[in-house]
């Protein structure tokens, strides 16, 4: 069984930075591509960012590209998000995922979930 836990959320004024962790139990960490995704209330879970196993690969939404990094840490399991810039319509609850197959910026290429972590952004 795959758990996933986020952290590092919480209320940070526009233009602060924030740093997302989720850390992943399960010896085959490293062997998946992991992505961030997020939903805001009234909307659609949406993509974020994604990283390739090996770290080697990123791939990020237009709306966070420049402003957000994606970055792992096999040794530990564990899978950031460092955020910067952030802008009020980044409020949402982050959730990071472990990628099964296909398609990286779609939710049902991911088979695991963690319970997501609220990040929001005053203006």
């Known amino acids: 069984q795959v758990q996933l836990v986020e952290s590092g959320g919480g209320l940070v004024q526009a233009g602060g930075s924030l740093r997302l962790s989720c850390a992943a139990s399960g010896r085959t960490f490293s062997s998946y591509t992991m992505g961030w995704f997020r939903q805001a209330p009234g909307k659609e879970r949406e993509f974020v960012a994604a990283?390739?196993?090996?770290?080697?690969?990123?791939l990020y939404a237009d709306s966070v590209k420049g402003r957000f990094t994606i970055s792992r840490d096999n040794a530990k399991n564990t899978v950031y998000l460092q955020m910067n810039s952030l802008k009020p319509e980044d409020t949402a609850v982050y959730y990071c995922?472990?990628?099964?197959?296909?398609?990286?910026?779609?939710?049902?290429?991911?088979?695991?979930w963690g319970q997501g972590t609220q990040v929001t952004v005053s203006s």
């Open positions: 990283i390739s196993w090996t770290g080697g690969r990123t």
């Open positions: 995922g472990r990628q099964s197959g296909g398609s990286w910026w779609s939710g049902s290429s991911y088979d695991y």
